[in-house]
């Protein structure tokens, strides 16, 4: 942490630690604690003396492999219980997280926020532990696949909002009247865990008819959160079938394995839900086609054998020819009421497109509202809106004095007010309630 950074904090107590003040114990460790909010850091250490209480919450400690030297540690239940790490002694992990003082005890301790295995070599026998486990288990095969239904409108989508995957998947999505809800999730480190297994308990309550989870690529380390039990299991449980786009180097994500169909990159997967309509749409006028050609086929072949037998044939003739008009106009206005059904469907995605681009423009409203808010608050401090409810400026030397202590008798003095200027000349200091150094 930069060295004004911490400045700035220690200034910001300056008044409040004097030494006139006296406080009680907890009071002390309460104002520690507040300042030690800015030390949040990641610590890298071998694990020891890992105790799981009752009550859940993991107590161990981090022991630096250099010296020895050993910090104590707690990570909550509630965290704990969704990251997937088996914390056990002599485990090499990064603790993220920030130091606090337990007020009975007196001690420091690190409450970690998330622990993750160090080292990609750790990384990697940890992926292929869970790999076989699960694979053993046959959340990976092939039989318990779905297919991804035909002509599917309900989509919901993971992912995150910043970057390039979202926009990809969308622009490559046609207009089909696709439904799309989107839940915003961090999709890189530990802390993507709750937040994707959030977002997937939050659609098993959705109308929604595929859900599409997507990251751009990333190394086994970046797409750690993709490789977590629980997460895995949550996944393949889904009520719907789940699409997963996860980019990556080598090895393949499990959340991909579990997934009903895998595909590397967000526009594969768009392209995936437009296929069956664009096939459709391809398809229409082929089969008006296939189907004129066979019935006249039929008359023609009819026509014949009705021309080798007697006349009386022919007034029959004439009507089968009637019906055959009949028929292919029916045929005509048959196959313009589908056309007509896919314009509609794409006129609609207009409407439905829409809504989600209100999601969109909601997010840049709410944005305009807390420009709006941070402009309000520059306002109410603007120095010249200050002077017109009644304060001044007061500047010795061309410069801003606060503290009478700046000042000399017999210097001049500048005083600034909302309506103009006041030069004086200093003819006594009085000090107030000066406090001991």
């Known amino acids: 942490?930069?060295?004004?950074?911490?400045?700035?904090?220690?200034?910001?107590?300056?008044?409040?630690l004097s030494e006139e003040n006296v406080f009680t114990v907890s009071e002390y460790i309460k104002i520690l604690n507040e300042s030690l909010m800015v030390f949040k850091a990641k610590i890298i250490g071998e694990a020891s003396e890992v105790k799981i209480w009752s009550s859940g919450h993991v107590y161990f400690s981090l022991k630096d492999e250099k010296n020895g030297n050993v910090m104590n540690c707690v990570i909550w239940k509630s965290r704990y219980g969704i990251l997937g790490v088996n914390l056990k002694d002599g485990l090499k992990i990064i603790a993220s997280g920030r130091p606090e003082i337990y007020p009975p005890s007196g001690k420091i301790s690190f409450i970690a926020d998330t622990i993750e295995l160090a080292g990609e070599g750790a990384l990697k026998k940890e992926y292929e532990r869970l790999k076989a486990k699960l694979e053993s288990e046959g959340i990976f095969a092939f039989e318990r696949k779905r297919k991804i239904p035909d002509y599917i409108q309900k989509i919901g989508i993971i992912t995150s909002k910043q970057g390039a995957v979202l926009a990809d998947f969308l622009?490559?999505?046609?207009?089909?009247?696709f439904k799309v809800k989107m839940i915003d999730s961090r999709v890189e480190g530990q802390l993507a865990v709750g937040d994707i297994l959030s977002a997937i308990k939050t659609f098993r309550k959705k109308d929604i008819e595929i859900l599409v989870i997507m990251r751009g690529g990333g190394s086994l380390e970046a797409l750690l959160a993709f490789n977590n039990e629980i997460l895995v299991r949550e996944a393949a449980n889904f009520?719907?079938?789940?699409?997963?786009?996860?980019?990556?180097?080598?090895?393949?994500?499990l959340l991909a394995l579990a997934a009903d169909f895998a595909v590397s990159t967000p526009t594969a997967a768009a392209n995936l839900l437009n296929r069956p309509w664009e096939q459709a749409e391809l398809s229409l006028e082929r089969y008006k086609i296939d189907i004129s050609d066979k019935y006249r086929n039929c008359l023609e072949e009819t026509n014949g054998f009705l021309r080798q037998s007697s006349d009386i044939a022919v007034k029959f003739w004439d009507l089968i020819s009637k019906k055959y008009k009949d028929a292919s106009a029916k045929i005509n206005i048959f196959f313009q009421r589908i056309k007509d059904a896919m314009a509609n469907i794409k006129s609609g995605i207009e409407?439905?497109?829409?809504?989600?681009?209100n999601g969109f423009n909601q997010a840049l409203i709410k944005a305009g509202w807390e420009l709006d808010n941070d402009f309000r608050i520059a306002r109410d401090n603007d120095p010249m809106r200050q002077l017109k409810l009644g304060y001044s400026i007061a500047m010795v030397r061309e410069k801003i004095i606060k503290t009478v202590e700046a000042t000399k008798v017999g210097e001049n003095i500048d005083i600034t007010l909302s309506d103009g200027e006041i030069s004086s000349e200093i003819k006594n200091i009085i000090i107030k309630n000066k406090k001991n150094e």
């Open 1 to 16: 942490m930069e060295n004004n950074t911490l400045f700035g904090e220690a200034k910001k107590r300056e008044n409040i």
């Open 239 to 253: 009520p719907v079938p789940i699409i997963a786009a996860i980019g990556h180097d080598k090895d393949v994500p």
């Open 171 to 177: 622009n490559n999505l046609a207009k089909f009247n």
């Open 351 to 357: 409407g439905d497109w829409g809504l989600v681009k």
